[in-house]
Nanobody, 129 residues
Framework: QVQLVESGGGLVQAGGSLRLSCAAS????????MGWFRQGPGKEREFVAA????????YHTDSVKGRFTISRDNAKNTVYLQMNSLKPEDTAVYYC??????????????????????WGQGTQVTVSS
């Protein structure tokens, strides 16, 4: 029901910034809770940030708090991840994910990969030291 396409990844040196975008096709984007996940080489896919339907509630994992900011523009069917003060350990493939929900809230399940049923193909972020 929705297709997700990430963009904005690339090479950046430590301390730099990138803004990832996730463009969604579909007519009910505002009905979807959205999340960002990342997966480094040999690692499990891990939660990065989530945002409620309206954008009114956000949550970021501890390792990125104060550096990354998730946001969304429902009029543009797009969710963003602004990444500042990037570190080499942020190197990973970043994925956006979506699941329709009836609540405009962040719940514990929203931080788990298994919650989402739509995924983008990912965009590579490489942070050099």
């Amino acid at each position: 029901q929705v297709q997700l396409v990430e963009s904005g990844g690339g090479l950046v040196q430590a301390g730099g910034s990138l803004r990832l975008s996730c463009a969604a096709s579909g007519r009910t984007f505002s009905s979807y809770a959205m999340g960002w996940f990342r997966q480094g080489p040999g690692k499990e896919r891990e939660f990065v940030a989530a945002i409620s339907r309206s954008g009114g509630v956000t949550y970021h994992t501890d390792s990125v708090k104060g550096r990354f900011t998730i946001s969304r523009d429902n009029a543009k069917n797009t969710v963003y991840l602004q990444m500042n003060s990037l570190k080499p350990e942020d190197t990973a493939v970043y994925y956006c994910a979506a699941r329709a929900t009836v609540v405009d809230q962040i719940v514990p399940a929203t931080t788990r990969a298994a919650f989402y049923n739509y995924w983008g193909q990912g965009t590579q972020v490489t942070v050099s030291s």
